[in-house]
């Protein structure tokens, strides 16, 4: 009788025991999934601008900067840039402009922990590039999109233009083990009279004078930037 009671005693410790252990997995599996990242519903990207991509991060935490990780649909590495806080968890980010042959981009938004581990991300979305697509920036986004850092994934991005997106703004790009380095590739071409999508040359260019007008070059690839103060 008492050797009963004891294997009965036995047997509902353990049974206690397993359901304390699942608890805490379960517990452990929520806390694993790190915060929930929402984005912004994208339509479209625009032909002729930058794109402005927001998210929300909830909880807000402090001291974090997601990454807004992007590519032409037909590529496969991508590229990110980092988001800029509003506050209250709330961020954004403004890819390159996407080239002619690009006419989808592949996007998601990601979190890192300190470490540089990933402790959120999105699912991947995509959104057409067409003409026509209105988006609005603020002053700050126009100057973000003017001084570009690019982020790279693999080894083979260094060296070359952003696959599928244009080199304006592109001025640092950052290599997979997160160094900054100015960009070899996409150089800057600074002209002090500019206005899309025609260039606005000082009548005193017709006499054979240049005046007020520095032309940095960036080789034979690419389409001119737009001017910077």
Known sequence: MTHGFEKSSRIARRVALIALLAAAFVTGIAGAQGPTITVDPVECFPTESNNV????????????RPQLFFRWNETEPFYYVFMESVGGGRYWATPPIPRSENNEAAF???????TGQEISRTDMMMAPVQGGCEVE???QQQGTALNLEVGETTWEQQGREVDGWECDGVVTRIDPNGVRRADEKCRVCIIAWWERPTVA?????????????????RGDEGRPSPSRP
């Open 53 to 64: 991509v927001y998210a929300n991060i909830a909880p807000a935490l402090d001291g974090v």
């Open 108 to 114: 998601y938004v990601s979190l890192t922990d300190g």
């Open 137 to 139: 920036l603020t002053p």
């Open 201 to 217: 040359i000082p009548a005193a260019a017709g006499a054979g004078v240049l005046t007020g007008v520095l032309l940095i070059d």
